[in-house]
Nanobody, 124 residues
Framework: QVQLVESGGGSVQVGGSLRLSCAAS????????LGWFRQAPGQEREGVVV???????DYDNSVAGRSTASKDNANVSLSLQLSGLKPEDTAIYYC??????????????????WGQGTQVTVSS
């Protein structure tokens, strides 16, 4: 059984930073994608960052340049450091995992497993 356990999130002021972590267990793929997605009220879920089993990372333009993703190979975990936070970063952030094809994509419908989500609130 695949489980994705998320940690981090919370409330932060504009310009602040936070770190999100996701630990995956039970994945049977040798080639996999891990990712963070987010969903704001009334909006569709969107991709933030994805990383494959080899460590190749793809960031959404909305966070590129102010975020850093890293993967722990031993534990199949994904961390995301977000800096320069803006009010529009406010959302529920979800960790996701799925099988990898040639690449990992920022498309939520490609991921089979999801965490429960963690709230990130950015206030001025």
């Amino acid at each position: 059984q695949v489980q994705l356990v998320e940690s981090g999130g919370g409330s932060v002021q504009v310009g602040g930073s936070l770190r999100l972590s996701c630990a995956a267990s039970g994945l049977s793929y040798n080639r996999y994608c891990l990712g963070w997605f987010r969903q704001a009220p009334g909006q569709e879920r969107e991709g933030v960052v994805v990383i494959d089993n080899e460590g190749h990372v793809d960031y959404d333009n909305s966070v590129a340049g102010r975020s850093t993703a890293s993967k722990d190979n031993a534990n199949v975990s994904l961390s995301l450091q977000l800096s320069g936070l803006k009010p529009e970063d406010t959302a529920i952030y979800y960790c996701a995992a799925g099988a990898r094809g040639n690449f990992c994509y920022l498309e939520s419908n490609l991921y089979s497993y999801w965490g429960q989500g963690t709230q990130v609130t950015v206030s001025s």
